[in-house]
């Protein structure tokens, strides 16, 4: 990488887990092409290295991931594309052979609420606020999001939360079956980082035929990534969604 707004750490404290920080707090985490180029690089090298036996995703106090960078937003709605870094990321997320694992600490908004309907265990603060607006803005759900949560919520509250956009406190993901714990913001990361360790320490054959029956259908997960995007790219060139993008833009200025 050129920067360091994805930082890898392998903390001797915690053997076998890799963890994968979003490193860009001056922008709430907001991703970047950079940034997902960088975390599918992680996921695959972490894959591919026999020390490594579980991910752990974590963000910056108070900002887990604010979702999409907003400036890269804009250009693919000003007719650019939806960028092979983004769909790259999408299904090596869905398609990582080791456990994934996020501890969520503040915003996690867009993709930073759909990455963890892929991880195997979450926690998150008590402040964590969990929210797709992706209606909102004219656009589609992504990462298999339409799948995973009517699959792990119900119908009921994945309507409520990615077609009506409505927010959900942790404590609310936590019923929704998508937190696994709710902690302190203090002890967010030692939490996180415990949980980890404990799934590294396990036998790894075991736990990965254990994972793969768990999951189940892989190839179903792909063909939705792949059907929401098109659905995504058609939108992001849509009337309604340049007038919600610049709805957006100006209320922040």
């Known amino acids: 990488m050129s920067d360091d707004t994805i930082l890898i750490q392998r903390p001797e404290s915690a053997p076998g887990v890799q963890i994968i920080r979003m490193n860009r707090p001056e922008k709430k985490n907001a991703l970047t092409r950079t940034m997902y180029a960088a975390m599918t690089d992680a996921l695959r090298q972490g894959d591919a290295d026999p020390d490594v036996r579980a991910h752990l995703f974590l963000g910056a106090p108070g900002a887990f991931s604010a979702g999409n960078d907003m400036q890269d937003f804009l250009a693919f709605a000003m007719g650019g594309s939806l960028g092979a870094e983004v769909i790259d990321f999408l299904k090596t997320l869905a398609t990582t052979r080791k456990p994934l694992l996020a501890g969520v600490d503040g915003l996690a908004i867009g993709v930073g609420t759909t990455l963890t309907f892929h991880c195997d265990m979450t926690i998150a603060s008590d402040r964590s606020l969990f929210r797709t607006p992706f209606t909102d803005l004219a656009i589609v759900p992504e990462a298999a999001s339409t799948l995973l949560l009517p699959n792990i919520a119900g119908h009921q509250r994945a309507f409520a939360m990615l077609a009506a956009g409505l927010p959900f406190s942790a404590e609310e993901a936590r019923e929704a079956g998508f937190v696994w714990r709710v902690v302190p913001p203090d002890a967010l990361e030692a939490e996180a980082l415990s ?59």
């Not at 063909?223 to 709805?247: G, T």
């Open 195 to 253: 949980l980890a360790r404990d799934i590294a320490a396990k036998p790894p054959q075991a736990l990965a035929i254990a994972r793969d029956l768990i999951r189940g259908s892989e190839q179903q997960v792909l063909e939705r990534i792949d059907a929401e995007a098109e659905h995504f790219k058609a939108q992001l060139k849509s009337a309604e969604a340049r007038a919600a993008f610049e709805a957006f833009m100006s209320r922040k200025k």
